[in-house]
């Protein structure tokens, strides 16, 4: 009884098992730095919104409109209510122009994209018939209606100077109705009379945000041409540019937008349509997301391990030298280690050179061990070898993107497919010993 239970301890298939229940075991702190992964991912975004709601949060520029305030009567047995509503009116034209001054900031090793913009945005109304009705039927003349100026973060607002019919009209915090957007600046436009004649305006805006810039295609014809001295934009959005010139010393972008390409008309009553559906604009990027690529990278973890485990498995068959599961455990944590090297350098170098250190690292040490335990070099460089193509495969995965499943299920095949031709004469049933002569 005791020599059967020695032999199936130490029989080919029972390592076997302990290998594949070790690789399960390791994922378990392989979870724990997915974890890790998540927490600095948010540390890093809590310094972003620090220092951006210091600076000014991501801006979206809508308007300017036109809002009409009047009141229905209805008369209902012998009684008179009053129904209070606004109409909406945006402009024929709109166009916006504007150079971008993009700057980082730095909260601890986190950085920000921050940025200051002077835009002009100019264009002309032309009030449809039936808010002429509304005006002459309902003392509109005698009222106050309101041009509006739509921003997302108003803390951005470094000087503006809105001009209407040529005459400069001083500007007014907040919106007298936030039925089309939240936040804003606006303009009484009592004692101007465009009804009869178009109302032209211009408008200078001296804008502070962080990471996007957006606009909102208000105009009939919307025209927004941007540049800036960065060179890495992300254009996003529902409408990309017309035209873009992207190179090392910044980008030049426009986009001309007509009012069919959107889903709302050119006035309406209340709040009727929702216009973020429509935004578009840029994004200031910082080229390399290290923790996105960290996170895709540990989801090979297991494979990883249990490709690490299978060589060394095979080194035993081929080699005939035992290893202890105490000794796959170890270079199981070895391999656990390099994802926090990983992550840890690459807040500070950046993701693709703390790859090539952290694998280089991960490989050495446990070609070294491989050597050490099996007394032979050759074992410790052929380890070495292996396993640096391992991490070569993953690192070339990572780095593309339309190609990199289609990449990575080949290349998991060639590999199984190479350790099934290897350990084809294994047998499974007895304490196995490859067949010299049969190896390739």
């Known amino acids: 009884m005791k020599d059967t239970f020695s032999r199936i301890l130490s029989s080919t298939s029972f390592k076997f098992v302990v290998i594949g229940i070790l690789s399960l075991i390791l994922l378990i702190p392989v979870a724990m730095i997915k974890d890790l992964i998540r927490e600095r991912q948010d540390r890093s975004q809590e310094a972003v919104l620090e220092v951006s709601e210091k600076w000014g949060l991501a801006q979206t520029v809508t308007g ?98 809105m001009k209407i019919n040529g005459e400069t009209i001083e500007e007014l915090p907040g919106l007298p109705y936030n039925d089309v957007v939240g936040k804003g600046i606006h303009i009484p436009l009592s004692g101007i009379e465009p009804v009869r004649e178009e109302l032209s305006f211009k408008i200078k805006l001296i804008l502070a945000g962080s990471s996007n810039l957006n606009f909102t295609p208000l105009g009939k014809t919307t025209e927004v041409r941007i540049s800036s001295q960065w060179a890495d934009p992300s254009f996003s959005g529902s409408f990309l540019p017309e035209t873009k010139e992207i190179s090392s010393d910044g980008f030049d972008a426009s986009w001309n937008i007509n009012y069919l390409n959107r889903n709302y008309p050119q006035y309406w009553l209340n709040k009727a349509h929702n216009l973020e559906a429509s935004e ?27 490709l690490s485990f299978l060589i060394f498995f095979l080194t035993e068959l081929i080699s005939g030298i035992r290893l202890h599961p105490i000794q796959y455990l170890l270079v199981g944590v070895a391999l656990v280690i390099f994802y926090t090297l990983l992550i840890s350098l690459a807040e500070h170098i950046g993701f693709n050179l703390a790859y090539v250190v952290s694998s280089l690292g991960t490989v050495s040490l446990i070609g070294l061990y491989v050597r050490a335990s099996t007394g032979n070099w050759r074992q ?21 993107q339309d190609y990199s499943l289609l990449f990575g299920s080949v290349g998991i095949f060639v590999v199984v497919a190479i350790i099934m031709y290897v350990s084809r004469k294994v047998s499974w049933y007895k304490e196995s010993e490859l067949e010299q002569s049969d190896l390739p």
């Open 64 to 161: 300017p409109f036109i809002t009409i305030p009047f009141r229905e009567v209805l008369q209902h047995n012998g009684k008179t209510d009053y129904v209070y509503k606004q109409m909406h009116i945006l402009p024929e034209l709109l166009e916006i122009s504007g150079d971008v001054v993009p700057d980082q900031k730095k909260r601890g090793i986190f950085k920000v994209v921050v940025y200051e913009t002077d835009l002009t945005i100019h264009g002309h109304f032309k009030l449809p018939q039936q808010a002429i009705e509304i005006l002459e039927e309902h003392e509109g003349f005698n009222k106050t209606f309101f041009l509006k100026l739509g921003l997302s973060d108003l803390r951005g607002i470094k000087d503006v100077v």
């Open 280 to 306: 578009f604009g840029v994004r200031f990027l910082i080229p390399v997301d290290h923790y996105q690529k960290s996170m895709r990278s540990i989801k090979y973890a297991f494979m990883f391990i249990a």
């Open 380 to 400: 410790g460089l052929i380890t070495w070898a292996l396993l640096l193509v391992i991490y070569a495969f993953l690192f070339t995965t990572l780095q593309l």
